[in-house]
């Protein structure tokens, strides 16, 4: 699990000084949400190069603090360092899974995933799995985050409440379900 502090603390110094404060202040209130938001401007405005990890861990941050949706085309917007990485956000391609099964203790059978991040080098891609709502959008909370490689399908499954835990799980280099 990522140490909350230290990565607010490392993506807030991306920021020109005046722009970091204003983070800080928001976080140390109690206000993640604003604080996410005035990130990713800041990091807009300023046009900061950041690398797909970065990305990638903002989306994460969005995820946990209910504000990806919102979030995630400035997200997208972010200039990029250029340099290769071993993740990348691969929300709002428009791509999803209509089910899958193959995962001994959770039904995922109804739920629709989305892709969400991908691991290229290893052919693996976190997924948010979600309920179709009655009127055909999806809900807007994850009902749980699904790591799978096209070889072997679903390899493991994570409560809702588990996005860093799911983001940590794909970055690691376990090899087996656990």
């Known amino acids: 699990m990522t140490d909350d502090a230290v990565l607010w603390s490392r993506l807030v110094a991306l920021l020109p000084e005046a722009e970091a404060e204003g983070v800080e202040e928001c976080r140390a209130v109690g206000e993640q949400e604003a604080g996410l938001g005035l990130l990713v401007s800041g990091l807009l ?12 861990r903002l989306s994460v941050l ?3 603090w209910g504000e990806r949706e ?8 972010c200039r990029g360092d250029g340099a290769l990485s071993s993740v990348e956000l691969i929300e709002g391609d428009g791509s999803a ?11 995922l ?14 052919g693996r ?9 009655y009127w055909g959008d999806l809900s807007y909370l994850a009902r749980h985050y699904v790591i799978s490689e096209p070889d072997r399908g679903v390899l493991r499954v994570f409560p809702a409440d588990s996005a860093d835990a799911a ?7 376990w090899s087996s379900p656990s």
């Open 109 to 122: 059978a109804g739920l629709v995933l989305v892709p969400w991040i991908s691991c290229p080098g290893r």
């Open 62 to 64: 969005a995820e946990i």
């Open 167 to 173: 983001f940590t799980s794909l970055c690691s280099s």
């Open 97 to 107: 899974v209509p089910e899958a099964t193959g995962w001994a203790g959770q039904d």
């Open 125 to 133: 891609v976190l997924m948010r799995a979600h309920t179709q709502e």
């Open 70 to 77: 919102a979030l995630t085309p400035q997200i997208l917007q």
């Open 45 to 56: 405005d300023h046009q900061v190069p950041i690398s797909e990890m970065v990305r990638a």
